[in-house]
């Protein structure tokens, strides 16, 4: 569906339709790592409760969740590669259905941004390369260096594009709307797409063409098993997350961009510019540059308020707007930008790990208005 295919200025409480999907609105909540797994990295009651609450999304997209064991790069972050997290992401799922809303899982894997003391067997990360990122890896026993990851061979990538297949196969089972495959903020696909991460000779390193490579056999592994109208994608193009860079990344994103272009998905979601990334040197290129590269459903994600969410959509920036901290706040946030309500603050002490405090304690709008 192209941007023109929508009501003439539409604005951010219209219906969208998003592939195979129908939003009533296009408030999206975009993915938010909470740390708050449980033993196995299954989703448990709290995890129900806190996607529950927020069903009232346009769509929710889940927290980032590891493929496969070698995925995992923070502690407590859940998977989809066994069938306890299944079961555990169907519950998930059940409930949000229930109560009236859509969900897509977010497919992960972190390549170099993890540690040996969070691989199996103790092993080393893997990577496009054998480059160190500055930095340091959230562990169990704190933050810690990150070491030097080891490059994957060749014959090894086939593999990896099997475990993106897996974790999609089994979110079909855990009963997700569709999927969205994780290629932003420094992960592996976004380490194979950016030269400052790829060092390769091989057909997977070098020129643009081969660096888009293994994100583009992933993307085409996961449409083997959910249609394009099931499936979205997030880049950064600024992002400078995970010691990330670019040497020219108005060519690298623009290819990739038109080359998805290409698939018919239910969406493309890119990352705004943040403040972070100024800091660090990004050249901030504004997504707004990339719209007419896409003629499909475009979603934007970072600090975002509600009138520049609604200025987005009006004028054809964007179809939807991803909220990210707002919505870890406000369960019921759609209705308090309907209503123009006050927000919750979030809190950042529990912003990853602990509890129910910080995490499914936020008043709605009714129960403030109890107090």
Known sequence: MTNSDNQDQPGLFSPLRLGALTLPHRVVMAPLTRNRAGPGFVPRAMNVAYYRQRASAGLI?????????????????????????????????????????RMYLQLWHVGRISHPSLQPEGKAPVAPSAIRPEGEAMTYDGPRPFETPRALDAGEIPDVIAQYRRGAENARAAGFDGVEVHNANGYLLDQFLRDGSNRRTDAYGGSVDNRMRLPLEVLEAVL??????????????????????DSDPR?????MIRALDEYDLAYLHLMEPMESDRRHGSPAIPTREFRPLYHG??????????PGAQAAIADGHADAVAFGRSFLANPDLPERLRRGAALNEPDPATFY???????????????????
Request: charged residues 20%.
């Open 251 to 255: 060519t690298t994103f623009g290819s």
């Open 61 to 101: 997209i889940s927290e980032a969740t590891q493929v496969t064991p070698e995925g995992l790069g923070y502690p407590d972050t859940p998977g989809i590669h066994s069938p306890e997290q299944v079961a555990g992401w169907r519950r998930v799922t059940d409930a949000v259905h229930a109560a009236g809303g």
């Open 353 to 371: 790990g602990g509890d129910e405090r910080g995490y499914i304690d936020y008043p709605a709008l009714a129960e403030a208005a109890a107090v």
């Open 224 to 245: 083997g098993v959910w249609p394009a109208d099931r499936v979205g994608i997030r880049l950064s193009p600024s992002g400078t997350m995970n010691d990330m860079r």
């Open 297 to 306: 459903n475009l979603l934007v994600n970072a600090e975002y308020d509600g």
